[in-house]
């Protein structure tokens, strides 16, 4: 039996080293996980400090240590594609370096798949003590409204972090998509999942790479990437739009021909003016953004750029 476990890693020098040590600490004291072989592998996302020469010095000392390094910095959600694609385990797990992902779940999934047949088990926070709290709201509404307009059931504290098995992996790697949003990944491929619930952990070293403009955009993506609703709001806003334009012009013209010409109405006008400017950009904006991704898709590019990796030398 063999487990590779993926951790992104992206600016995470101070992490790194805690992660490592925590890492080996958990495998040794685990009975259960005496006769299992683990695979550590780090992808460096083209960390700019000494994340690399880190995951090398590792990788020297130990055997069970590989490293993907990318030219250049291409997001968790391509780290974690790396990864899965180059992980030979016969289970596979996707883990933080930052330790708010607690080592102590992994026992627990690989119960619930080794033992309770389970395809995937994967961790969800049920508090997010620690962070700010306009973000948690955010992101309580994000997941509440993903759900409502996508036909994924994405949990509410989701994490990345998650154990699964050949079978599961495979069917991630074949959605083979240039925008990954991993959670709605996840959700899509189906299987027997099981989640585990935990208490938030705050960051052990280093700092979030997440700021809020960034959680932002990640979300539309989310959304983008799996749910037409918006465009079908865009369209139902247009409908909306006409009929009401058509319920003014008939005002308009009745008045016209009971009360004459007198000019009046500029406020009015402009009202009508900027709604219905406002409503079509922002119509042109949803509809953009599903271009855009769809231009992206259409290049074809890969989803990432290897730089340096110990892989191939097995
Ligand atoms: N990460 C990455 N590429 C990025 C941003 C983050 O590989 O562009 C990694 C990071 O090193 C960490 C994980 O993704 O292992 C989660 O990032 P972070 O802890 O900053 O996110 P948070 O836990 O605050 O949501
Ligand atoms: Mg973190």
């Known amino acids: 039996m063999k487990i590779s476990v993926v951790v992104p890693c992206y600016n995470e020098q101070e992490s790194l080293p805690i992660f490592y040590r925590e890492f080996c600490k958990m495998r040794e004291t685990t009975e259960e996980f005496s006769g299992v072989e683990f695979e550590l592998m780090f992808v460096d996302d083209g960390s700019y400090d000494s994340t690399f020469a880190v995951m090398q010095e590792l990788a020297e000392k130990d055997n069970n240590v590989k490293y993907i390094s990318f030219s250049r910095n291409f997001g968790k959600e ?94 991630v790697l074949s959605l083979k998509e240039y925008n990954r949003f991993s959670k709605g990944i996840f959700c899509w491929v189906g299987f027997k999942n099981k989640w585990l619930e935990f208490e938030n952990v705050e960051r052990r070293a280093g700092e979030t790479k997440w700021s809020f403009w960034k959680l932002s955009v990640y979300a539309i993506d989310g959304i983008i990437a799996f749910s037409t609703v918006p465009l079908v709001l865009a369209t139902a806003f247009g ?59 259409t290049k074809n590019r890969p989803v990432y750029i290897i730089n340096k990796t110990n892989c191939g030398d097995r």
């Open 78 to 171: 391509a780290a974690i594609y790396a990864g899965l694609q180059n992980a030979t385990g016969d289970l596979t797990a996707v883990m933080d370096v930052d330790l708010q992902d607690p080592l102590y779940l992994l026992l627990q999934m690989y119960k619930a798949v080794i033992k309770d047949g389970y395809d995937s088990a994967a961790a969800r926070r049920v508090t997010r003590k620690g962070e700010p709290p306009i973000r948690s709201f955010f992101a309580r509404c994000f997941y509440r409204l993903i759900a409502k307009i996508s036909k994924i059931e994405l949990v509410d504290g989701a994490r990345d972090y998650r154990l699964m098995n050949r079978k599961f992996v495979n069917a």
């Open 239 to 297: 409908v909306l739009l006409c009929l009401l334009a058509f319920l003014a012009i008939m005002f308009v013209v009745l008045r016209k021909l009971i009360y004459g010409d007198p000019i009046q109405g500029w406020a009015s006008t402009m009202c009508v003016l900027l709604t219905i400017g406002g409503v079509q950009l922002l119509c042109t904006g949803i509809l953009g953004q599903y271009l855009a991704k769809t231009y992206m898709e």
